[in-house]
């Protein structure tokens, strides 16, 4: 008979899927931040893709919180994501339009992590892991962040 799946199960899958999904994402922010034209949105890549870096150690915090080791698992939502954005990195490369294409990729990759962080933290909260529950409040602040700022280039560039 099969075992059943706990909600602590579901939180180690999702924090290998998170794993894979940041280390996809700085690579999507050192492209991005090497295709973006106006240096307000390269400025903002550049310095989202330190974030990440330090998000994926904190990860790694976390698995050793929860006694597992830092192990990613292919992410199928995020390499979807980022397939899009280098077709659109593209497709819009010499366009006019390319620094708000590069928002839009960016700020779907950040929707996708700020549901998957969001969970994470109540999921850990829920299963008492103390230590684990403000570093993933921490990267989920930061996730927001990164969108805001996002959404400021954006309407700067359209003025």
Do not use: N
């Amino acid at each position: 008979m099969a075992t059943t799946k706990t909600l602590a199960d579901a939180f180690h899958e999702t924090l290998k899927d998170v794993l894979y999904a940041e280390r996809a994402s700085a690579r999507a922010l050192k492209k991005s931040a090497k295709a973006a034209k106006e240096l307000e949105l390269k400025k903002a890549f550049e310095e989202h893709l330190e974030e990440t870096e330090t998000q994926i150690e904190r990860l790694s915090e976390i698995f050793a919180i929860i006694g597992k080791t830092p192990r990613a698992k292919t992410c199928e939502a995020m390499q979807g994501i980022t397939s899009e954005m280098e077709e659109d990195l593209e497709d819009f490369a010499e366009s006019p339009a390319s620094d708000d294409v590069l928002i839009g990729c960016a700020q779907a990759v950040e929707h996708y992590e700020i549901a998957r962080y969001g969970m994470l933290r109540s999921w850990s909260a829920k299963l008492g892991y103390d230590e684990a529950t403000p570093l993933l409040q921490k990267t989920l602040e930061e996730e927001k962040a990164a969108d805001e700022r996002l959404s400021k280039i954006a309407e700067q560039l359209a003025a």
